[in-house]
């Protein structure tokens, strides 16, 4: 199967949907000439014409052109383009080259930013088949994957990825690694004579197998139940493209933001242009006055200087191996209050472990994480006596033997990786912990035969030649199948009659670890005086010796534990979601400490039973899902954002991209990730490490609050330069600032010392906070007073200055323009220091503990000496060289911001967040 982005819809079903709750032997009557001889080419054909190829249906993706122009389409962004050609019309041209030139700015780093989303359907074309092997007219052949149609019969081997979705009618040994769409950690065991109920969810099926799922292990025959977007995962691809994109909580606040200002502006342009026309003004020149008005109203720099905080943020979280791809994501980590986590690769290792091993009735634990050979044998807690060590070594070499998989080092990733059944990787990992590595035992001990396993047998076997040229068989399995085939038990290298009591202690303690949710091994051995020509289970596996158990579990990653209980310390609810059993999900649940008093968990079966509104009003209690599908998981996210929680959601597996989009923010595994996943995720984890999520949190956190400083900065200087063009005029007395200048100064204190601001480091106890609710607002009621004080401030010293200078001094409106100017820059420049803090002093905190601030301090100081200094600029900003004493007058005034503030935090009047 492959992708393709034709409007057709491509792929059909085999008549019904309940294939793999019939018989197989009613589905091989039904169908015995399928069975037996395949479709013919021409019925093949008429099919492949009816009902399309065999592929995925996609959208056609967004032109570069057109993400690039909906960079523009932000009301912030409208409102600067709008004031760009207000100023092109009235002449303003440099006013209108310099809005114009933010605007463009900003778009070019969101574009860059977001070029590369919405690849998530795309990416399915890696997973998918290109060739099948099918029976047609009694034939196999090989077709690529697209022509396959329904009713085909496909062979199934080893190593094969599956065409299309189809209902087994031979399986033999047959075990699919089905963990990408279903979640399932290991590889399912597959029967095409297995019972199914009707209710049975996907994960269940044990009669079907699934498009793009793999073969690793065994053969099986099958005939296609669907294909293209018919099957499984096209119901995914289907649900991923039906996810509508929301605006984040930011793009939220910051419309807002500029719509306020808009109405704001509007309302201060009326009023000031009809009481200069009652005062009989010249309409024009109130007209003008308006207009700049309008301009120091509007931040021009807001929307760059948000995107440019934001992929500042983005480098500081790459660095923190969170991979970010679309901008407004960041800030919406700071917000999470529920991260609904899939278990799989995510909060466990996605590596089978062996953590038990049972000798003689005592359980030895065994340490070690992941798939390296390192690790310990336990009592008690003490190193594992000696006297244990030969029958350890026994069960691990009998586990060994009775194995097809391998442990190798990866040179590329640098890395142990398994290739095979992880559940025998699991104990090749183990006896090398131990010393015993499968290489070198299979040098000595000669493979002979095997006995593969199968469903039914719920066992395999291995005939080797020992090194003392005598044969021994090898079995591992069910623990209770293996001892109903057992006559001895081995305890301290002797062989002991197996009596009841022994057997039914046995029993008790595989019991014990399985209600664990441990994956739990029998292994047994039996002498051999001669091997037959050609062995049969039948023949060869009875009156063995039992020698122990092998415990194993997909084991919670150790930085998750301690990143789920820093998430609780921060407000942040986690959930698990998985495909797998609901025993394992409340193991590993307890592991994790997810659950309280009250939590509970339940399967995908129980999900179904609850409507939305039972959902919804349960949510909060359930802390674990097991068994679920796709749409469950869609079901769950959107239950906890109907109670108007911002949602994270984590995952790695196809069947993770539908509920990673619908989530306020997704987030992949980078690593064990699909590329699926991938592509419908916000949020890439470079190292597929859960606690680098807390990580990421704490640092959009810190990003918002940063936001929230620039806009505060931005807002409470838009707010004096109101103040200053709303009061002159009103006084009568002429404009003190020009449009040319407010844009200036605009522009110079809008970038460099709002950028530096969106470096500060995060306040202390940023992580021992709740999270912000989803309605607050960047300006809260208590941030807009403080910004009208400020503000108020700032405007005062700027019509200070010009008074001084207009009224007491020259009486030069040009030159009293130019104090004005000079005093407004200064003032803002100082403003942005008391902006590290609302409630800590600048001294507390460090003068030079921000240096990119004292960087952008100088820098603004050296833009304004130039404009007042160089002739080039006198004529564009109407400036003039001033003297030492002037200097005096605009350094004592524009400090006042920063002494004023100093005050009031001393005092105590600003109160904490």
């Known amino acids: 199967m492959r992708i393709t982005e034709s409007p057709v819809q491509t792929g059909a079903t085999l008549d019904g949907d309940r294939w793999y709750a019939e018989p197989v032997e009613t589905l091989l009557d039904d169908w015995s000439e399928l069975s037996q001889q395949g479709l013919s080419h021409t019925e093949a054909a008429q099919r492949l014409e009816a009902v399309g190829l065999n592929e995925l249906v996609i959208k056609a993706g967004e032109s570069p052109l057109k993400k690039f122009l909906q960079q523009f389409s932000d009301f912030i962004v409208l409102i600067l383009i709008a004031a760009a050609l207000i100023s092109g019309l009235l002449g303003e041209w440099l006013d209108a080259i310099a809005i114009i030139v933010i605007v463009i700015l900003n778009a070019v780093i969101g574009f860059i930013q977001e070029y590369r989303a919405e690849q998530a359907i795309e990416a399915l074309k890696k997973l998918t088949a290109p060739n099948a092997r099918v029976v047609r007219d009694r034939e196999v052949r090989i077709i690529p994957a697209r022509e396959v149609v329904p009713g085909d019969l ?74 293209g977007m018919q099957t499984e995962l096209g119901k995914i691809a289907g649900m991923v493209e039906s996810v509508a994109e929301e605006k984040t909580p930011l793009q939220d606040r910051l419309d807002r933001i500029g719509k306020y200002l808009v109405y704001a502006a509007l309302a201060i342009v009326a009023i000031v242009f009809l009481v200069g026309l009652a005062r009989g003004e010249d309409p024009l020149h109130m007209f003008l006055v308006a207009v700049s008005l309008a301009v120091a109203a509007v931040p021009e720099g807001l929307a760059a200087v948000v995107t440019i905080a934001l992929a500042l943020g983005v480098r500081r ?60 044998f336990l009592v008690h807690g003490q190193l594992l006596p000696a006297n244990l060590r030969a029958d350890v070594a026994e069960v691990l070499r009998i586990g060994e033997l009775a194995n097809t998989a391998a442990l190798r080092w990866n040179e590329q990733t640098g890395r142990w990786e398994i290739v095979g059944d992880p559940t025998e990787g699991a104990i090749l990992v183990a006896g090398a912990k131990f010393g015993l590595w499968r290489e070198e035992i299979i040098s000595t001990f000669r493979e002979v035969a095997e006995l593969p396993f199968d469903s039914e047998r719920k066992r395999m076997s291995m ?112 959930v698990m979601i998985t495909g797998d059993h609901l025993a394992t999900a409340v193991a590993v649940g307890r592991e994790l400490r997810l659950f309280d008093q009250d939590d509970v968990a339940i399967t995908g079966q129980e999900l179904e039973h609850l409507s939305d509104a039972e959902l919804i009003a349960r949510v909060d209690d359930i802390k674990a899902y097991a068994r679920v599908s796709p749409e469950h998981k869609l079901r769950i996210v959107r239950a906890w954002k109907a109670r108007n929680q911002v949602v994270a959601m984590t995952g790695d597996g196809v069947n993770d991209a539908p509920a990673l989009k619908e989530a306020n923010i997704g987030i992949a595994m980078g690593i064990t990730g699909t590329d699926v996943a991938k592509g419908a995720a916000d949020m890439i984890l470079a190292d597929d490490n859960y606690a680098t999520i807390v990580h990421a949190i704490e640092e959009g956190r810190s990003i918002f609050d940063n936001i929230r400083r620039f806009v505060h900065f931005l807002l409470s200087c838009n707010i004096g330069e109101v103040i200053t063009m709303f009061v002159g005029p009103l006084l009568g007395w002429p404009l003190p600032l020009l449009p040319i200048q407010i844009l200036w100064i605009n522009l110079a204190t809008d970038s460099l010392p709002a950028l530096a601001l969106g470096v500060e480091k995060a306040e202390p106890g940023i992580m021992q906070r709740p999270p912000r609710p989803s309605s607050e607002d960047i300006i809260t009621p208590r941030l807009l007073r403080i910004m009208l004080f400020q503000g108020l401030i700032i405007g005062a010293v700027t019509l200070a200055a010009f008074a001084i200078e207009y009224f007491l001094h020259s009486g030069s409106e040009e030159r009293a ?61 109407q400036t003039m060289p001033l003297d030492l004493a002037d200097w005096g007058l605009i350094a004592g005034l524009g400090v006042m911001p920063l002494v004023i503030m100093e005050i009031v935090k001393f005092v105590g009047l600003v109160p904490p967040r």
């Open 817 to 877: 323009r130019v104090l004005a100017f000079s005093t407004s820059i200064f003032a803002q420049n100082v403003h942005a220091f008391n902006l590290r803090s609302n409630t800590l002093s600048i001294f507390k905190l460090g003068l030079f503990s921000n240096m990119a601030l004292i960087g952008a301090f100088i820098a603004v100081l050296l833009s304004e000496l130039a404009i007042i200094y160089i002739p080039f600029f006198h004529p564009i900003f």
């Open 463 to 574: 005939i080797v030649r020992r090194p003392n040229g005598r044969y021994r068989l090898y079995v591992k399995g069910a623990p209770d199948v293996i001892l109903n085939l057992c006559t001895h038990y081995l305890d301290h290298g002797i062989a002991h009659p197996l009596t009841s009591e022994r057997r039914a202690a046995i029993l008790t303690i595989n019991r014990d670890l399985a209600n664990q949710a441990l994956r739990v091994l029998g292994v047994a051995f039996r002498s051999l005086e001669r091997v037959p020509e050609e062995p049969t289970p039948e023949m060869m596996e009875h009156d063995l010796v039992y020698a122990g158990l092998i415990a194993m579990i997909d084991p919670p990653r150790l930085e998750a534990i301690a990143a789920v209980e820093e998430a609780r310390r921060a407000g942040i609810e986690t």
């Open 317 to 376: 979280m790459a660095a923190r191996n969170a991979l970010i791809r679309r901008l407004p994501s960041v800030e919406t980590l700071g917000s999470t209050t529920v991260i609904a986590s899939d278990k799989t690769g995510t909060l466990t290792q996605n590596a089978m472990t062996v953590r038990k091993i049972v000798v003689n009735d005592i359980i030895v634990d065994v340490t070690g994480e992941g798939y390296e050979p390192e690790g310990e």
């Open 154 to 227: 496909i062979l199934l081997e080893q190593g094969d990825i599956v065409p299309a979705d189809a209902r087994l009618l031979a399986s033999q040994s047959l075990q699919i690694e089905e963990a990408a769409l279903t979640g399932e950690s290991v590889p399912v065991k597959k029967d095409a004579h297995a019972r199914v109920p009707l209710d049975a969810p996907v994960a269940d099926r044990l009669t079907m197998v699934y498009a793009s799922t793999q073969v690793s292990y065994g053969k099986g025959r099958a005939i296609v139940t669907a294909t």
